[in-house]
């Protein structure tokens, strides 16, 4: 069963850390780019992270850059999402996503890109 399960989420504050995970189930995590995404109350949803399949190099929205660190354990199955410094403008459902293609910046920070998801959770960063 090709499935993926976020967590790690919870309340922080600013200036905190916490690292998201996300277990994958049911394909080879290697051939897959792994996305991360966040959708605030009210707003659209915002890739944030990308991690490709083809030699694991890592991606990053100017709005969490220097901040946020992908990284992937293929032997867990499992990809991280490390958010350092938090700003309650960081406050979202995340999202991991998988896609088996070949990503390209104009691609991997559009939901459009990935066939698979997880179901979500939730980051809250307040005092």
């Known amino acids: 069963q090709v499935q993926l399960v976020e967590s790690g989420g919870g309340l922080v504050q600013p200036g905190g850390s916490l690292r998201l995970s996300c277990a994958v189930s049911?394909?080879?995590?290697?051939?897959?780019?792994i996305g991360w995404f966040r959708q605030a109350p009210g707003q659209e949803s915002e890739g944030v992270s990308c991690?490709?399949?083809?030699?694991?190099?890592?991606h990053y929205a100017d709005s969490v850059k220097g901040r946020f660190t992908i990284s992937r354990d293929n032997a867990k199955n499992t990809v991280y999402l490390q958010v350092n410094s938090p700003k309650p403008e960081d406050t979202a459902v995340y999202f991991c996503?998988?896609?088996?293609?070949?990503?390209?910046?104009?691609?991997?920070?559009?939901?459009?890109?990935?066939?698979?998801w997880g179901q979500g959770t939730q980051v809250t960063v307040s005092s």
């Open positions: 991690i490709v399949r083809s030699d694991g190099s890592t």
């Open positions: 049911g394909f080879t995590l290697n051939y897959y780019a």
């Open positions: 996503a998988a896609a088996f293609r070949v990503m390209t910046t104009a691609t991997m920070y559009s939901p459009h890109s990935y066939a698979l």
